[in-house]
């Protein structure tokens, strides 16, 4: 056995091996220069893996030729296969919160949009359907005219919108039956042309009743199916019954970036609410849209809520996972396609391998995700080839529609909120190019296949598999202010406040230069 072969069997490479990865990477030399100097690999020893007559000298004139250093017998590197007292180095970075990490306050930002600071005392809040008029709603044409009860369908709407918002907060919404006990009573009403129906804020009589469309349904079959205009009317009335305000009325308003159904059900900018479905008749083809409305409380809801009533600490307490399913283009645990996760403690996962588009998933609390996320080509596609269509001509008038319609289009953008002080630690993508953000605790992150881009150093010790693809790592430090070690389990980065282990990533982007590790 050669010195060469020797110097090899310690790391469990083969000169076949070596020299493979040679042949593979000539058109990447700083990726050849940088293992070598990982490894301790002299330029000689390049030279005999290279074989075919190649001298030391020419080595270096190769990679002189690229810029790199080779003043020295071997490649320089200041990453070394050598890491002493691991486990305790990426140990002392480590952190790990097994419940919320903040709960919302006075400081919260944006809270103060969306409170009157009326609200409602004790444990539980009533509510019930009255099935004759009462007293307190004789006493003006707007909540008599039209007056009936709810029938099933909207009780269980409400039902659901109530046990929805029971979730989120530490006082509890209990259906009663009878109508002198209830604080906030349910009913129907018809409205006038400028109303959808409207609610009362919390206060002794007809303080927290809420008054509906008692003709939406009659007009629009899907008023109360998930998605329907109805259903988020529900969720909308109740907050004003709960206490909520109108994001836009007041001495606080939401900035305009943020005043809309992405992150608040309490505004009247409604956005992504919009489906567009093709058929065809006669041997025309045309298109619908069909309705895409928010029912769950934004995350701005979620903090105003807790702050006024305090946080459910029984929800979603253990090792939680919230899985994408792409068929019905909403996450398991919502009632449409929107879902803002309350969680309150265990180790949780967002899994979103299923997703057919890229997504950007942003591990942060108080944030947005967009799962899937698709243009509006991608999405005229699929509308097509649902409805047996797809020449260009039929594509690009689907796709005219779509675009028609702005910030009204529900293409799966924002449709994923992680709800002030939640702490989630893992992430799984799928097969699409993917854009990832850790937080301040350690996190699991498996990108999948595609080419994947990764925002690390938030905190924590960080496990990261990028997958198939090429898939890049950005840190907001400086090249010189991160440790880098390289050993069988991967290539690992450690800076004051955070580590990571990398498997699968192809290039790191420091805030001053860019290194491939492939």
Not at 255 to 281: H, K, L, Q, R
């Amino acid at each position: 056995m050669s010195d060469l072969d020797t110097f090899l069997e310690q790391y469990g490479l083969s000169a076949i091996d070596a020299r493979a990865f040679i042949y593979a990477n000539l058109s990447s030399p700083e990726i050849i220069y940088e293992t070598a100097g990982v490894y301790n690999v002299s330029f000689s020893m390049l030279a005999e893996l290279y074989g075919q007559g190649v001298t030391e000298e020419q080595v270096k004139q190769f990679f002189s030729q690229f810029g790199l250093d080779t003043t020295d017998s071997a490649p320089q590197s200041d990453v070394t296969a050598l890491f002493p007292d691991k486990e305790s180095v990426l140990g002392a970075r480590s952190i790990t919160v097994n419940t919320v990490s903040a709960f919302s306050d006075r400081t919260t930002p944006y809270i103060e949009t969306v409170l009157t600071r009326e609200d409602w005392d004790g444990a539980t809040v009533t509510y019930n359907f009255p099935n004759t008029l009462p007293d307190s709603h004789r006493e003006s044409y707007e909540t008599s005219f039209g007056w009936r009860p709810l029938n099933e369908i909207e009780r269980a709407s409400f039902v659901d919108i109530a046990n929805r918002q029971n979730q989120y907060i530490d006082v509890e919404l209990v259906q009663v039956f009878d109508a002198v006990e209830a604080d906030i009573q349910v009913v129907a009403v018809i409205q006038d042309s400028t109303t959808e129906a409207f609610a009362f804020f919390p206060a002794y009589g007809i303080g927290g009743d809420i008054f509906l469309n008692a003709e939406g349904l009659a007009l629009n079959p899907n008023y109360y199916a998930p998605g329907g205009y109805g259903i988020s009317t529900m969720a909308h009335e109740l907050g004003h019954a709960m206490g909520g305000d109108h994001t836009f009325e007041g001495d606080s308003v939401l900035p305009v970036e943020f005043d809309n159904t992405y992150f608040s059900i309490m505004t009247y900018t409604e956005t992504g609410f919009v489906e567009v479905e093709a058929f065809v008749s006669g041997g025309e083809y045309y298109t619908q849209e069909t309705e895409s409305y928010r029912s769950e409380l934004g995350i701005i809801d979620v903090a105003a809520l807790q702050y006024a009533y305090g946080a459910n600490m029984a929800t979603n307490s253990g090792d939680d996972v919230y899985v994408y399913n792409e068929n019905s283009r909403s996450f398991d645990s919502s009632n449409d396609h929107y879902l803002t996760i309350w969680d309150a403690g265990g180790v949780d996962t967002i899994d979103v391998s299923g997703a057919s588009y890229g997504s950007l998933i942003d591990l942060n609390d108080y944030t947005l995700s967009s799962v899937s996320e698709r243009s509006a080509y991608e999405e005229a596609l699929e509308v097509a080839a649902e409805a047996g269509l797809g020449t260009f001509d039929q594509v690009s008038f689907i796709e005219n529609v779509i675009n028609s319609l702005g910030d009204e289009a529900f293409l799966n953008q924002n449709n994923l909120g992680i709800a002030f002080g939640v702490v989630i630690e893992n992430v799984v993508t799928g097969a699409a190019d993917d854009v990832i953000i850790d937080n301040e605790v350690d996190n699991l992150i498996f990108a999948g296949s595609g080419d994947d881009i990764l925002y690390l150093g938030g905190g924590g010790y960080d496990q990261v598999d990028g997958g198939a693809g090429i898939d890049s790592v950005y840190l907001p430090q400086a090249y010189k202010d991160v440790e880098r070690y390289f050993d069988q389990d991967g290539y690992h980065v450690l800076a004051d406040n955070f580590a990571a282990t990398l498997v699968g990533v192809e290039y790191i982007h420091y805030s001053d230069t860019t290194v491939s590790i492939a």
